[in-house]
Each structure stands twice: as C-alpha cells, then as structure tokens.
C-alpha cells in the first residue's frame, strides 16, 4: 500500500484548491459588476442622448413682420410688446387676457409668452438626438437647408426650468411634469406616513414580542410571501377596497370636501398612497426585522438587568442601534414605490391632467404615469419629453437615496462619539 501524504502536503493542496475556486469567483463577480456598469451606463446614455439635441421649429406667424424693419422681437419693450398683442389679437381674446391681469402691468417676459402662445405658435417640425447632433451637425445643416423652409433650428434641452414649472399640455413646446411631479410627491408624502411608522411598529412587535408559536410563523411566512406578489395585484386591492368600498372616506365627500381638483370617486392622491403603502410595507417589516434581529441580545440583557422594562429596552436602545439599517431599508422601499406605475394605473391615475393635485382627495398623476403617457405617442418629441422627466425622476431618487446615505453616515458618527 502507498502511504498516505503527509498532513503538511494535504493542508498545502487544501489551500490551494481553495485558492484556485476564490480566484474563479472573483474573477466572475468582476465580471457581473462590469456587465451591470456597463448596462447601466448604455441607459444612462440612451436617456441623455433623446433629453438633449437640435430641434427645428416653425412659426405659423414670421416674427418680423410683427416687428419694424431692422428691429427683433426681443429688442422691443413692454410697451411695444403690448401694441403687438392690441393689433394682432382678437378684441375677445385681448379683452380675456387683460382681465385675468392688465396688460400694461405685465413684464416683458409675461408679454413675450402670450405672444409665442397665441401669435407665433411655433411647432416642432423636427427633432436629432445628442449623439446627431454633435456628429452630424454638416449633414443635419444641409437637411434643413435642402428639405425644410422657414423652420429655426435651435440647440433645446428638454430638461428645464420650463419643464418643472409648466403644466401636461398637448403641445410639447409648453408641456410640463408640474402636475406630475406634485403628484408624485404627495403620494410618497402619505405613502411615507402610513406605511413607515405601521411597517416598524409590526417588526417591533414581531420581533420582541411576539412568541414563537405556529400563528406567529404563519404570520412571518406570509409577510415573505407579500413581499414578492406582483405590484398590480396591490393595485387591485386598492381598487376595490380603498376606491370603491372607502369612497366616501378616500374622495373626502364624508369631510366636505368638493373643491377645485378633488375627486368624489375615490380616485384621488389618498387612494394611490394607501395602495403604494400597503405594496411596501412588507419589504419595512422584514427589514426592519432584519435590522433589530443584528443588535446583539446582550444588549437587551443588559439593559433588563439593569431594571428597564421590555419597551424601555426597545425604545432607548434596540431602534436607536438599529435605526440607521431601518432607516436604509425603508429608502429602498419607498424608491420602489416612486418608480411604480401598474397599481396607480389600476387605482385611477390620470394619463392627463392639466390641473395641480392640491391634496390628499385630489386628482392626480405621477411622473412615472406621465413618462408613460409621453412614450406612448407617436411624435418624437414627447419621447424626448420623456428622456427629460426620466432625468428628473433619476435625479429625485439619486437625491433620496444620497440624503439617507449623508444621515445614516452623521447617525453613524453621532453613535460612535457618544460610545
């Protein structure tokens, strides 16, 4: 018979296999992380490139013949500018505007916009995306030269401060996510203040209270199982119970409430939170869990031998060293609940809505519904809207998710201090 290797030669090959497999499995983890970058930054790119580029618009009326000869629109006054709008409009439409407010009291700037609006009227006539725009700026030139007359070709970036402050309209020179964007963050409001205090309080409960019995695992495996049922079967339940069975509450009509904006169907901003709010509350609940679970029981033992009762135990010590992974979590969630459109389309949220939602039994939109609507049609330029309210909405998650990082870092640093 052979005699067997040695310990020292067998520990040797061990090390070395393992060695071998740890090299495999970095090697593939590097790989999915550059494959990941990669995919996300084609999206980053495929966004920006429809969010900016040249555009080549048109005027039913020629801005110099609503001028003098040698003289631009922009050069003239106040006073000049409401001239124009006396000789150009209708004595009807003069009339309304000046009603709404004087024209003799309106700045430039208010006086140039109802010109472009109701005189001008530019449309678009066509659109090029960034990458044409700066690779094929000779050949976009001489297209517009050989197969377009008395268009204006201008550089426009469809992320602007027009895009945040104008309301949803059928033209996309003046369309805007004002209404969305307030849509937006209503709902997440009441979605933040129904779900995060009811999702934490469940985990304490469940966490620390609760005992291990078959009621109370039949109860943590189904909070598991809620947390991967599809979005619009959240939408569904909301439909039926928060539209229609709670319709006097969610429409307001049991408080009054028959104003401007509101809805009496149960349609309204209540409904879309209360459904988003039950959507994310089991993704709280275990995260919360997850994060209490982390503290070390002899902290709770310390503490209860100390004389504290179980609340005091929880409240002053359990959340406040879990606070920041709890906190995280419930980020994470309410990103998710930002970005989704299939149960608010189920609930009632408008594909157009040219009015503010001014609280929680208005109407409403949100900017994923919106971004939706925009894509949908057949016109470039809304799909260029579109790349645009994408960019706001990435940005209000990127600003989301960085205030939480920056918190839970101070948290961080305020526990470590006071150890």
């Not at 003289?71 to 003239?76: A, V």
């Not at 349609?267 to 995260?287: C, D, E, K, Y």
């Not at 609340?311 to 609940?337: F, M, Y």
């Not at 009015?355 to 109407?363: A, E, H, L, Q, V």
């Amino acid at each position: 018979m052979n005699p067997s290797p040695p310990i020292s030669g067998r520990l040797d090959s061990r090390l070395e296999e393992r060695r071998r497999k740890s090299g495999r499995w970095r090697i593939i983890f590097l790989v999915c992380t550059i494959v990941s970058v990669f995919f996300l930054a084609a999206l980053l790119a495929g966004i920006v490139n429809q969010a900016f580029g040249y555009v080549l618009v048109q005027t039913e009326e020629d801005p110099a013949k609503l001028v003098p000869e040698g003289e631009t629109l922009s050069e003239q006054d106040a006073q000049g500018l409401s001239s124009i709008l006396q000789e150009r409009l209708s004595r009807r439409l003069y009339r309304k505007l000046d009603t709404e407010a004087p024209l003799a009291e309106r700045s430039r700037a208010e006086l140039l916009g109802i010109i472009d609006a109701e005189i001008l009227k530019p449309h678009v006539i066509a659109t090029w995306s960034l990458f044409e725009s700066i690779f094929f700026k000779p050949e976009i030139m001489e297209s517009v030269v050989r197969d377009y007359q008395g268009g204006s070709l201008q550089f426009r970036s469809w992320v602007s401060a027009s895009l945040l402050s104008s309301s949803q309209s059928s033209d996309p020179l003046r369309s805007g996510i004002r209404g969305a964007l307030l849509g937006s963050l209503l709902t997440i409001l009441f979605t933040i203040l129904f779900a995060l205090p009811l999702g934490v309080a469940a985990a304490v409960w469940l966490e620390e209270y609760a005992r291990d019995n078959w009621l109370n695992r039949v109860i943590r495996t189904n909070i598991y199982n809620l947390a991967g049922v599809p979005s619009i079967i959240y939408g569904m339940l909301g439909l039926a119970l928060f539209v229609r069975a709670m319709a006097p509450l969610t429409s307001g009509a049991i408080f009054g409430v028959q104003s401007e904006g509101t809805s009496l169907d149960g349609r309204t901003v209540l409904s879309a939170s209360l459904s988003l709010a039950l959507l994310i509350l089991p993704i709280i609940i275990i995260n919360a869990q997850e994060a209490m679970r982390a503290v070390p029981q002899s902290l709770r033992q310390s503490s209860l031998a100390l004389g504290a009762t179980r609340w005091q135990t929880v409240w002053h010590h359990v959340l406040p060293a879990s606070a920041d992974r709890i906190l995280t979590g419930a980020v994470l969630a309410i990103s998710r609940a930002l970005g989704e459109t299939a149960p608010l389309v189920v609930v009632g949220a408008s594909t157009f809505l040219s009015m503010d939602p001014t609280g929680p039994f208005s109407k409403f939109t949100t900017l994923p519904i919106q971004i939706y609507q925009w894509s949908a049609r057949p016109q470039q330029e809304f799909r260029n809207l579109a790349a645009g309210a994408i960019v706001v909405l990435l940005v209000m998650l990127l600003s989301l998710n960085a205030s939480v990082i920056y918190m839970r870092a101070k948290y961080s640093n305020k526990k470590a201090a006071s150890q």
